[in-house]
């Protein structure tokens, strides 16, 4: 079981900057964030394999944000410019995969508790 600890969440302005950490208790094959608007379906927003500079970002959010890893600490933090209100969600922290594998989003076995994160125009 990999527990893994979500940080940096908050309220700031449209145009506004953020920094989301998250923090594994041991070494996965890859690890990503995800979010979920209130009454909406989680999405994959960007995911990384570890130890790689493999990156996926959904186009939702391309451009913006920066998904970057410190591997000796396990974790990956996602910086994210521009913010808008449609950013407003609670995000996610999620980690798996098998070795190998090629596929970003699905296959994620562990799941942060969430940060939460509010965009105001």
């Known amino acids: 079981q990999v527990h893994l600890v979500e940080s940096g969440g908050g309220s700031v302005q449209a145009g506004g900057s953020l920094r989301l950490s998250c923090v594994a208790s041991d070494y996965t094959i890859k690890m990503g964030w995800f979010r979920r608007p209130s009454g909406q379906e989680r999405e994959g927003i960007a995911s990384?394999?570890?130890?790689?500079?493999?990156?996926n970002y959904a186009a939702s959010v391309k451009g913006r944000v920066n998904i970057t890893q410190d591997t000796r600490k396990k974790t990956v933090h996602l910086l994210m410019n521009d913010l808008k209100p449609e950013d407003t969600a609670l995000y996610y922290c999620a980690a798996g995969g098998v070795v190998a594998e090629l596929l970003y989003y699905a296959g994620m076995d562990y799941w942060g508790k969430g940060t939460l994160v509010t965009i105001s125009s």
């Open positions: 990384v394999f570890i130890g790689t500079d493999r990156s």
